[in-house]
């Protein structure tokens, strides 16, 4: 199965550095955007197999808000959460509220791109299958 990624990330240089992480590893990063709802109008007409996402999005929706829409959208989508917080408490109670089979990864814990792919894999193998 070839790798098809949505990345949202409010920094542009973590964003592009990231993305081009992933493209030099052959995963196709078919949508990037700072913007939730730029994000959300490509899933209604994109398939992705995952969706990369910070959890810090800046004013509005967060990164758990994301993930359950683009669920809704894309029931099979597998996510992984990004976040800058050493905790998952410090962000909220609303981590358990992550879609089933999500994966949360700090982004301090991401040293070489391999975590962050073997991340993205076992966040597919954890998702919902198709019916």
Do not use: C, W
Request: aromatic fraction near 4%; hydrophobic fraction near 45%.
């Amino acid at each position: 199965m070839e790798l098809s990624v949505l990345m949202v990330e409010d920094d542009d240089f973590t964003r592009k550095t990231v993305k081009s992480a992933l493209v030099g590893q052959g995963i196709n990063v078919i949508f990037d955007t700072s913007n939730v709802k730029d994000a959300i109008e490509y899933a209604k007409t994109n398939v992705a197999n995952v969706a990369v996402l910070d959890y810090n999005l800046g004013k509005g929706p967060n990164g758990i808000d994301l993930a359950n829409q683009l669920r809704i959208i894309q029931p099979n989508i597998a996510i992984v959460l990004l976040t800058a917080f050493l905790d998952p408490a410090q962000l909220d109670k609303r981590v358990a509220e992550l879609p089933a089979g999500s994966r949360y990864l700090i982004k301090h814990s991401v040293t070489k791109i391999d975590v962050l792919i073997d991340e993205i894999e076992e966040a597919i193998n954890s998702a919902p299958k198709p019916e």
